[in-house]
């Protein structure tokens, strides 16, 4: 009994060391290829055969999958797309797809990813640069070249064709414009929107319900979404407001009146006069601004308050207004948001909620909280919308980003505010109009992100 274990365990020594010389011998043999095949790949380099380079390298991959071996393998690539012919897509792609499997394999990604970032961006294919460029951001440290061409790939604008001599800012989903001609509505990707087509001498922003004011051969009307006029003026109207809460701010000889659905005269005159919102509107008498109600009633009184391009002067409950010599924030109810809030001046609030604001002849940005954002250095600012605000300096405007970063140089003679389609209506210089300068549509290529 006693032999027949020892038997046993000398055969199972014996399988077992069988097994181990068989298993190096095949590793052995396995390296020995790997070696050979580095040879061949070196000398196949060296003549230009880098199809047969190419695939020895990936041989030395399938054995090896080492960081070494990827960097070889994307070099090779490189060299076969410099020596082919500039018609050869092929070792173009060949190696735009190395650099991407790479990328993953490799401790070092950013000089690969910003190598191939700017091949993708060579075919106008920002949205893959971008991707390229976001994923090693998220996974691992990059360096500051690759930051650098992050934020160009990201915030990369081209400026639209079309020009405009008058805008006004996007409300309602709706731009007005007018293209030296005619007013007209634009949507928010700058398109014309077709159910308002019509050479109108002028049009109001939309307001409620769709409705807005067109004015078309001296003649100016109240009309609602479904085209069906509901008033009629017996003026010719050249400038108003938006529609709000059945009344609409429009001027008349050099003064502004509210005038109801029926384009009846209610409320007025006023030197400027706000859209209504919340039974409230902002308007201005004497130099000095006041809050009324909806029948006229002054409710508190201001030194100046804040009102956009659209004509409101309050959004998301929040008001931009001057007391006391300083600009600050009130709710609703016209109380003071935050004591501490306290500038020389500001622009508008946003959806964005980080608001210009100067101090000492310089501009900055501070959020609702009263919390400075970014600390006043430009000339003049106005206040972030998806994710951007525009800055001035030497006289011209670009964009900033969250992290004061320039993402949009400084070129514009002024600026509105990026929508979320990732558009905006910038000012240009444009000798050829009569005015001398141009309203046109600045489009982040790949969107708001």
Do not use: H
Request: proline share 1%; glycine share 6%; hydrophobic share 35%.
């Amino acid at each position: 009994m006693k032999i027949k274990r020892i038997l046993l365990s000398v055969l199972i020594i014996g399988i077992v060391l069988g097994a181990w010389v068989n298993n190096a011998r095949v590793a052995t043999t396995k390296l020995i290829t790997y070696k050979n095949n580095e040879k061949l790949m070196e000398k196949y380099e060296k003549e230009g055969l880098y199809d047969r380079a190419i695939s020895k390298c990936q041989e030395m991959l399938d054995y090896k999958d080492s960081e070494n071996n990827w960097k070889k393998y994307v070099q090779i690539n490189k060299e076969k797309c410099q020596s082919a012919d500039e018609a050869d897509d092929t070792a173009f792609s060949d190696y735009m797809d190395a650099l991407d499997n790479a990328i993953k394999r490799v401790s070092d990604k950013s000089s690969m990813a910003i190598e191939l970032a700017n091949l993708y961006i060579e075919r106008d294919d920002y949205q893959k640069a971008y991707d390229c460029l976001n994923y090693v951001k998220e996974n691992s440290k990059a360096s500051d070249e690759l930051e650098t061409l992050y934020l160009k790939t990201k915030y990369y604008v081209e400026l639209e064709d079309d020009q405009y001599t008058e805008i006004s800012s996007l409300s309602n989903g709706n731009y007005t414009a007018n293209n030296g001609i005619n007013w007209t509505y634009l949507d928010e990707t700058g398109e014309e929107s077709e159910d308002k087509l019509g050479e109108w001498e002028y049009v109001s922003p939309i307001g409620d319900e769709g409705v807005g004011l067109r004015t078309k051969k001296n003649k100016s009307r109240l009309i609602d979404s479904d085209d069906k006029v509901m008033g009629i003026f017996d003026f010719a109207v050249s400038t108003a407001g938006k529609y709000s809460e059945e009344k609409i701010p429009v001027k008349n000889n050099d003064k502004y009146y509210y005038y109801d659905s029926f384009a009846k005269q209610i409320l007025g005159p006023y030197e400027f006069a706000s859209t209504f919102c919340d039974g409230k509107a902002a308007v201005e008498v004497d130099n000095k601004w006041y809050i009324i109600d909806d029948k006229g009633n002054k409710i508190k009184e201001f030194e100046d308050v804040v009102v956009n391009m659209a004509g409101d002067y309050i959004n998301e409950g929040v008001m931009v207004a001057k007391k006391d010599g300083k600009y600050g924030l009130y709710d609703s109810d016209l109380s003071v948001i935050k004591k501490d809030i306290k500038y020389d001046a500001m622009d508008i609030y946003t959806t964005d909620g980080l608001i210009a604001f100067e101090k000492d002849g310089k501009w900055g940005y501070v959020n609702k909280d009263g919390k400075v954002i970014i600390k006043p250095q430009y000339e003049q600012a106005k206040s972030f919308s998806s994710g951007l605000g525009a800055v001035c300096n030497g006289g011209r405007w670009g964009f900033v980003d969250a992290n004061n970063n320039l993402v949009i140089e400084y070129k514009y003679l002024d600026t509105d505010y990026f929508n979320s389609e990732g558009k905006c209506f910038v000012k240009v210089e444009n000798p050829y109009s009569d005015e001398g300068y141009s309203w046109q549509i600045l489009s982040l290529v790949l969107g708001v992100k």
